[in-house]
C-alpha cells in the first residue's frame, strides 16, 4: 500500500464526519473530502510536519467546507438525511421527526463561530481542548460559545413554543 492510500484509508471516514457538520449532506461531504485529498497530493510537498497530517487534513477540510458553504450562500433550504427505522408509532416518528427538523433549523441559523465548536463538542465528542486547537482558539473563548450558542437555541426554542401557542 503505498502512502496516498494509506493517508486516505486512516483518515477518509473522520474527514468526511467533519465535512459533514458543515455541508449536512453525506455525498457533499465525501465530494469535498475528496478535494481535500487531490490538493494535499499535489501540495504534499508543502507540508512542513508543523502539525499531524489528521490535523492539517481536519483544517482543510473544515476550511474547504467552509467555503463549499460560502459558495452556495444563496441557497438557504438544505436537505437533511433523516432515517427513522424502528418499531415506534407513527405519532411518536412525527414527533421525533418534527423535534429533530426544529433542532436543524435552529442550529443552522446560530452564527458559524458558536454552530462549530457545538458541532464539534456534542457530535464529534471532541474535547475543549482539542476544538480550541483545531479552530485557533483560546480554550475559555470555547467554553464560552458553547454557553451562548446553548443560550441562543434555548431561546430560539422558547420563541418557537410561544409562537405555537399564540
Known sequence: MNEMDQIMNEHSRYLVRIA??????????????????????????????????KTYLTKMTANRAKDYL?????????????IFVSSKSSEQQLLEKEQLASLEKHLFQLPL????????YYYDEQSIAEIAEFL???????????????LQ????FVKEEVETFE
Do not use: C
Not at 460560502?70 to 433523516?82: A, G, P
Not at 485557533?136 to 446553548?150: D, F, S, W, Y
Open 70 to 82: 460560502r459558495s452556495w450562500k444563496h441557497k438557504k433550504d438544505v436537505v437533511f438525511e433523516t
Open 20 to 53: 459533514y457538520l458543515y455541508v449536512k449532506n453525506w455525498s457533499t461531504a465525501e465530494d469535498v473530502v475528496q478535494e481535500v485529498f487531490v490538493t494535499y497530493f499535489q501540495k504534499s510537498d508543502q507540508f512542513r510536519n508543523e502539525a499531524s497530517i
Open 113 to 120: 463561530k458558536y454552530r462549530e465548536p457545538l458541532l464539534l
Open 153 to 156: 437555541l434555548k431561546e430560539f
Open 136 to 150: 485557533g482558539l483560546n480554550e475559555n473563548t470555547v467554553k464560552t460559545r458553547l454557553r451562548r450558542a446553548k
